[in-house]
């Protein structure tokens, strides 16, 4: 029976969708059919938190609604079907008022960029719902909510934030819960910090269930149609959704005529897309979740049975209330994932993913030590198997139904359960390395004392194998035997020859000895005392709560801290004066509640224009090769792609070009003939939406030749070689000081040809690369870019396209993350975009998917330095030299500049004598570029890691060499020059010193070196670093402009990326205009209206970058007031007169 469209509310309007592709996410509905922009894009993998939404559900026969927030990327639209999905713009917006969650956000200074802003107030949002229904807590005080502190820290793990560093947003959190101490919370817009006392009535007001979160029209449709399909068969939907409501309905399903297992998807939640990206378009999914019997609990006093489909997060809850081995399970799980993903991902869908495509699965990991039996059905056969024959199993096929996992209860009586897991991040949003877990049955022999262990069931997992396993020869070493010294080692040897990764697989040495220490650690404290884990280990470089302050300095609690209570303070003071105000006061970020509630417009948020049309890239996966042809493989997704935009396609008179320096050089913006290097552009696959391009783009199947081509150069030693080098032109070239030679004599040690490296690093810029471009009349074309250089994209566009610069208008309003990432990286997707809007005659917009951004983007350059150098037994150093191989990639890029900085950052330190090589390498690799601090980030590490090696080597404490080589004003003047400006403002020795000498640094230094003194295995460090930077200025223009209703509004040639540069803007102009008002100017900042980059408007803009554009941006308007001041006054003075 076909069944109407999917219908939902969103933020309490009503939607319907019919004939939409089932493969549609909510996301993709919510951003192109709705006028909802809140929720983002940032990773399309459940990893971010950018697209978080909270859903509602209603029950119609217990009247009862429950939310929760879930990842919207990986949310099918058809599984929402009756819910109400709230986004931040929903809670809150410009017209009807923002939420207290926007407002603290915004008042706390916890948005940046603002790109995160909005998934973190649906988290916190879903946090404040959720805990404001238990009934078990007692009524908050007047604008608090039933969350705790320690709920409030946790309210947005998951959410990435690039910018704003989580201080603030936790600030933001935690000022809504009852037990928070106001005064322990940062800098905000709602006290003055040190000087008021914090109280809740300044906080913007909170009212628990203010926000509807589901409509009563939709309960009164969901009470309607749950009538009508009383006993209605198989529910079928017109759009290739199939929601089975029985098992026998399933299978019956799986018995059509239709039944593809290529072409057919059975999901649960589809979470699982987010760690197996689905590879081609789907048009018919089966949903088991509506299938009573996959979600049921059952608690008895055997143990605890869950359904398939209960969401991993529900299971937490059931666990969290039963003895310690269930405690303990649930404290695991609430390190998969992310709780957005927790809410919605069901354990059988995980443990399906385990057994079938191998997941490196902590739930298979737990359940099997924990002795878990699950049910399966097989065609008609049910069959139930222990957890271990389950994932011994091959592969089971898509037929095969995961229908419950049963958990046996363990009478705490004896029995020991610990598990562990090592994580990128050990909180979780990382999947593990390796995990584990272990239940030892011991007793006590009365007699000896000893602790016997009786049974033992040892789990390992994610270390590299298929699945799951026991370590069942070390179990049988264990059992009947007390633990000595010598069993703990013999079993960790024995562990040691029984784990083996499977060939390829990454950190193998680290996992086992993972694997090792987690054994090593479990067998020792059982041998010591079996009941020593109720505590969670200590994490590298946390401290429990009250340490902070010294007050349990020398107590062993020091050593041990609770994962689950981290603190998170922050303290900041900001000493402001009233000479420039408003100028340098703290006040809320311009723009930083619309960004929280999502109205703010970043590029892909611009509603589509008529016929816009959406690219993505296909790259090369070969670095050097001829390019002989693109074809798709046949498929559903190839059946979507419209045209294949190549180089053959820049218009007659443009180039290809794709980006360039002023004066460095260009990169092509299409491999032509020749792929140079993996990830090069070779084509733009153009189709109807932003999905279908991305999944035609991986249909695409690129024919290459090595034939006549040289191997690739890939590496810095290669590339030495093959002499293979870009020059540095001699303006950028760095100065050599003193002579070497002489400064090597006067040497008593020599560290000769060591060597450091570093690798890349990749931007993570929430909001990936994107460009929208419109072509408009008379050959002119307008786009719109995330770009940091809106000047040179439009020249590089307008060369492309083979048009005058005037014939692009480039325009940029805010950039969602930049870190330089988005100065020459953004240019190739402008000029992309533009060739095909040019070709095709219709908007086209690219919004690059976060895997072809990390291939494209370059990143970071990796360096390879030999240093030598020359000290004194006092530590003074005479001499430094160094070769610096930068591995620059295929194009120049802004590489021949790097060897300036690099110095320039070296010589924060009087190396007494200075030469070195610099070889800027060209390889076959993505070309790097400009990133976060480029080139003082490297020239401080390799400074700062031969500081340290003449420490080692002199074994003194490497802040006494630091401070031995910082420079006084007489060395700085030799290796800086003019930059080192007037003795009088040289403080980095003064401020070194000081902070050297400070109680804070020093307790901090007594309790790494306490901690080191007793611990074996694990040790801590703490660095006093200082830094120097070469700060440029650049001229930058600007325009202020007064309306004639008063209102101003303001053009700067920078770009806002989130560092504020408008919230400056906005302070100048009103203190530059201050003359003209009787307080000086700050009643003028309501009326300032920064506007976006236009490179048609503001010329020459420049770019932004190098922590000095909102500066000179500032001076620019300062200089435009001075001259509206002038004309201005006389005229006020002559009203003022006259009454
Ligand atoms: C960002 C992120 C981080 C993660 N981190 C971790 C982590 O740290 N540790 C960890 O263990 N896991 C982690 N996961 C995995 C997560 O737990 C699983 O994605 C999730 O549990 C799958 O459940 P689902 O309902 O979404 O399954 P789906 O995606 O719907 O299904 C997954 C597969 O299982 C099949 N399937 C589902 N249910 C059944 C069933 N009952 N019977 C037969 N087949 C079935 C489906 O057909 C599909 O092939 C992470 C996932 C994401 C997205
Ligand atoms: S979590 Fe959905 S976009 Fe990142
Ligand atoms: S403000 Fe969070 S990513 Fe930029």
């Known amino acids: 029976m076909g069944e109407a469209a999917v219908v939902l509310a969103v933020n309490g309007e009503r939607y319907e969708a019919a004939g939409v592709d089932p493969s549609t996410t909510l996301l993709e509905f919510l951003r192109t059919q709705t006028p909802v922009r809140g929720p983002k894009l940032g990773c399309g993998e459940g990893g971010c938190g950018a697209c978080v939404v909270l859903v509602s559900k209603y029950d119609p026969a217990t009247d009862e609604v429950t939310e929760f927030s879930a990842s919207s990327c990986l949310t099918l639209l058809h599984s929402v079907n009756h819910c109400s999905v709230t986004t931040s713009e929903g809670i809150g917006n410009v017209r009807d008022g923002y939420h207290p969650v926007q407002q603290r956000l915004s008042g706390f200074h916890a948005s940046q960029c603002g790109f995160c802003t909005p998934g973190m107030c649906m988290s916190i949002f879903s946090a404040l719902v959720k805990a404001d229904k238990a009934t078990d807590r007692p009524t908050p005080p007047a604008g608090f909510s039933k969350l705790t502190s320690s709920e409030a820290e946790k309210a947005v793990s998951g959410n990435l934030c690039r910018c704003t560093g989580y201080r603030p947003i936790v600030d933001a959190c935690k000022s809504f819960a009852a037990d928070v101490d106001l005064e322990d919370l940062g800098l905000n817009c709602f006290w003055k910090k040190g000087d008021e006392p914090a109280e809740v009535s300044k906080l913007p007001g909170y009212n628990s269930g203010a926000v509807c979160t589901f409509p009563d029209f939709l309960k009164s449709e969901i009470k309607s149609s749950a009538e009508q399909a009383n006993g209605a068969p198989v529910a079928v939907s017109d759009d290739g959704w199939y929601h089975p409501k029985s098992i026998q309905e399933l299978h019956r399903l799986f018995d059509s005529s239709w039944y593809d297992e290529n072409s057919v998807k059975t999901v649960a939640s589809n ?13 018919k999914y089966i949903d088991i979740k509506g299938i009573p019997e996959l979600s049921v609990i059952n608690k008895s006093s055997k143990g605890v049975e869950f359904g398939s489909v209960v969401a991993i997060s529900k299971a937490i809850e059931v666990l969290s209330d039963g003895n310690l081995v269930f405690r303990k399970i649930a404290d695991h799980l609430n390190k998969v994932a992310s709780p957005f993903v927790r809410n919605t991902a069901t354990i059988g869908g995980n443990i399906v993913m385990a057994q079938r495509r191998d997941f490196p699965s902590d739930i298979a990991t737990v359940l099997l030590a924990a002795g878990s039996t699950v049910t399966i059905q097989v065609a008609s056969k049910r069959q139930q198997l222990t957890m271990e024959a389950f994932l011994e ?50 007793s006590l022999d009365s007699e000896s004392g000893d602790h016997r262990i009786e049974d033992i069931c040892l789990a390992f997992g994610a270390y590299g194998v298929d699945h799951a396993t026991r370590a069942r020869k070390v179990e049988e070493l264990l059992k009947g035997k007390s633990l000595s010294s010598s069993v703990i080692l013999e079993a960790v040897k024995l562990l040691k020859a029984t784990i083996s990764p499977s060939e390829g697989t990454t950190h193998s040495e680290y996992r086992m000895s993972l694997a090792v220490s987690f054994l090593f650690r479990f067998l020792s404290s059982l041998a010591n005392d079996p009941n020593a884990h109720a505590k969670v280990d200590v994490p590298n470089g946390s401290y429990p709560n009250g340490t902070m302050n010294g007050s349990t300095e020398n107590s062993p609690e020091l050593l041990k801290v609770d994962s689950n209570d981290l603190p998170i303070r922050s303290r900041q003071e900001i000493i402001f004066t009233d000479e420039y105000k408003p100028v340098g006061k703290p006040i809320k970020k311009a723009g930083a509640e619309l960004q929280a509630s999502g109205e703010a417009v970043y590029v892909d948020d611009i509603p589509a224009p008529k016929d816009c049309l959406y690219g993505a890239f296909i790259y090369s996966r070969h670095p050097h090769a001829h390019v002989k042809g693109i074809n798709f493989k046949s498929s559903l997704a190839s059946q979507k792609v419209i045209t294949v935009i190549t180089a053959k396609d820049i218009p007659s008179g443009g180039q290809n070009i794709g980006s360039s320096f002023p004066g460095l050089g260009d990169e092509a913006l299409f491999a032509d003939p020749i792929a140079e290097f993996a990830g090069q552009n070779i084509g733009v696959v153009i189709a109807e939406t932003q999905r279908y391009a991305y999944m035609a783009a991986k249909q695409a199947v690129v ?44 040497a008593d040690h020599k560290i000769l040809s060591a060597e450091v490296k570093l690798e890349s690093q990749y931007y993570f810029y929430m909001e990936t690369q994107v460009a929208l471009a419109i072509p408009d009349e008379d050959n002119c074309i307008t786009l719109y870019s995330s770009t940091q250089i809106p000047e040179v994209t439009q020249n590089v566009v307008a060369r492309c396209l083979g048009i005058p610069f005037h014939n692009v208008r480039l325009i ?41 951004d990390m291939i494209m983007a370059g990143g970071r350059h990796p360096m390879k330095v030999k240093y030598s150098v020359g000290f004194k037994s006092d530590g003074k150093i005479t001499a430094l030299h160094l070769d610096l191989g930068i591995n620059a990639g295929i194009s120049p890029d802004v590489s021949p500049s790097m060897p300036l900085p690099i110095i320039g950052a070296l010589k924060k330190y009087n190396w007494g004598t200075l030469a070195f090589d610099a070889k800027v390498c060209k390889t076959n690799v993505s070309s790097k570029s400009a990133m976060r601090g480029p080139g003082d980030v490297q020239g401080s590490f390799i400074a700062e890691a031969i500081i340290e090696h003449v420490a080692s080597v002199l074994s003194v404490d490497t802040n006494t060499i630091r401070r031995k080589n910082l420079h006084d004003f007489e060395s700085l003047k030799v290796f800086y020059g003019d930059s080192a400006g007037e003795a009088s403002t040289y403080s980095l020795v003064s401020i070194f010193d000081k902070l050297a000498a400070s109680p804070d640094y020093q307790r901090r230094a007594a309790m790494v070196e306490q901690f080191n003194s007793s611990n074996k295995w694990t040790k801590r460090g703490i660095s006093c670093v200082p830094i120097t930077y070469g700060v440029t200025l650049r001229p930058t223009p600007g325009k202020v402009s007064i309306m004639n209703d008063g209102s101003i509004a303001v053009e700067v040639g920078g770009v806002e990326i989130g560092q504020g540069l408008w919230t400056k803007v906005k302070q100048m102009t009103a203190f530059g205009l201050g003359q003209l008002c009787p307080d000086g100017g700050e009643c003028l900042l309501e009326k300032v209206r920064v506007i976006q980059a236009d490179t048609l408007s503001m010329v020459q803009g420049g770019f932004t970058g190098g922590s000095t554009t909102s500066e000179t941006s500032c001076e620019a308007v300062r200089l435009s007031c001075a001259a509206l001041v002038e004309r201005l006054k006389p005229i006020k003075e002559n009203l003022e007169a006259n009454g």
């Open 271 to 283: 979470t699982g897309s987010g760690v197996y990206k689905d590879e081609d378009l789907y048009d």
């Open 393 to 442: 199993q091959p592969p089971c096929d898509s037929k095969t139904l995961l229908l419950s996992i049963f958990i046996p209860d363990w009478s705490s009586d004896g029995i020991t359960f610990e598990t562990s897991r090592a994580a990128p991040r050990p909180f979780g949003n990382a999947v593990s390395y390796v995990n584990s877990a272990f239940l030892a049955r011991t």
């Open 703 to 746: 024919e290459y030749s090595t034939e006549n081509l040289q191997p690739p150069i890939l590496t810095i030693e290669d590339a030495i070689q093959h002499n293979s080098y870009f020059p540095v032109p001699p303006m950028l070239a760095p100065k050599p000081v003193g002579d070497y030679n002489l400064g090597m004599s006067e």
């Open 812 to 852: 940029t309003r805010r950039v969602g993350g930049g870190f330089g990432g988005k100065a020459m990286k953004a240019i190739h997707v402008a000029c992309a975009c533009a060739v095909a809007a040019f070709k095709l005659r219709r908007p086209v917009r690219m919004y690059l998917d976060r895997k072809t």
